[in-house]
């Protein structure tokens, strides 16, 4: 049979033809980005201006300036401290440490929150730790709970972004560690073993302390750096944009103004460093509402629940989480009727 000699291909061209070989897609790079806007704030700069004049914005700038500028040492302070915790504290320690009997952990549990402070972001591994441990589940989650919510590095914020109000450092607390240790007995009374997954390897083993320190520092204050900055910005809004009458409608109704700022603190999801400085520009809202806001907060919002799912498992959070939060409301608000 006869063979049909095909043309040789030209070396570089996919079919042996002249045309060029088709060109990558751009991509839209970071750099890229940020010299499109810094060009067009160039172009926009009269309009720009003219809007940053405005009264309402004049407002927002400065309520947003303010709360960075008051909550961002105590944010970086507390980052620091946690990490710090977290790669140089064995976990062993806390398993010598606590009593065998699950009743006397959980409170001894909840007041080393105070001792040995982290902020929510650290406080989720650290249980986890506890837990692969050998601690009994009950106590680390009663740490998970109060040491976000009840260190030194938060009370001494507390106090500093109410100093008109200093019985606010005291409520904290209290509400804080109370609803940590009933959460914990809770769990020990009605909690079941296949109800949590057992936690994985923390995210930085195998890495020395000193690369692990710096690693768990840089990922968390970008992380809670970016909710400090999204809830400045809500708080700076609700100040300059939001009508008064509908905020005072909502301060105005007990009940709704603690179930909003409870909502609002799930949403926001700020390091528990930084929130008492949005609680306290808050001011049209009661201090039990703004107690709510400091007490739900540093133990359940979105961040918290993705990392405690992500952790203990979902089935876990999907019961852990609303619990939490119906009795930090509870505990916000009877604490409030008591010290506030």
């Known amino acids: 049979m006869a063979t049909t000699e095909q043309a040789p291909k030209k070396p570089g061209t996919p079919n042996g033809d002249d045309s060029p070989p088709p060109e990558s897609p751009r991509r839209l790079t970071s750099p890229l980005a940020l010299t499109l806007l810094l060009l067009l704030m160039v172009l926009a700069q009269a309009p720009l201006r003219r809007a940053l004049a405005a009264p309402v914005m004049q407002t927002w700038t400065t309520v947003f300036v303010a709360v960075m500028i008051q909550a961002l040492p105590f944010l970086v302070l507390g980052v620091l401290l946690s990490a710090a915790i977290a790669v140089y504290v064995p976990p062993s ?6 009593p065998r009997r699950p009743a006397l952990a959980v409170p001894v549990a909840g007041l080393a ?6 902020c929510e972001c650290a406080s989720v591994p650290v249980a986890g730790a506890l837990v692969r441990r050998g601690v009994t589940p009950a106590a680390a989650l009663a740490f998970l709970l109060s040491a976000p919510a009840i260190n030194p590095i938060v009370l001494t914020a507390t106090a500093v972004a109410f100093p008109r109000d200093p019985e606010m450092v005291l409520a ?9 240790c009933v959460m914990g007995w809770l769990w020990h009374r009605l909690g079941r073993a296949d109800w949590m997954r057992p936690p994985t390897h923390a995210r930085h083993e195998g890495q020395s302390r000193g690369e692990a320190f710096w690693a768990s520092t840089r990922h968390d204050v970008m992380h809670a750096g970016g909710f400090l900055v999204v809830g400045a910005m809500a708080a700076a809004t609700l100040k300059a944009v939001a009508p008064e009458h509908w905020l005072r409608t909502a301060a105005d109704n007990p009940a709704v103004a603690v179930l909003s700022l409870a909502v609002l603190a799930v949403v926001l999801s700020i390091c528990s460093e930084a929130d008492a400085f949005v609680a306290a520009s808050l001011t049209q809202f009661s201090l039990t509402a703004r107690l709510a806001f400091l007490v739900v907060g540093p133990m359940i919002d979105l961040k918290l629940f993705a990392m405690q799912a992500g952790t203990f ?21 009877l ?3 008591v010290l506030l």
């Open 93 to 98: 320690f806390f398993a010598r440490a606590l």
């Open 172 to 180: 904290r607390f209290v509400a804080s560690l109370l609803v940590a």
């Open 313 to 333: 498992g979902r089935g876990f959070a999907l019961r852990f989480a609303p619990a939490t939060f119906v009795l930090a409301i509870t505990g916000a608000v």
């Open 335 to 337: 604490t409030g009727e």
């Open 113 to 118: 929150g105070a001792v040995l402070p982290g």
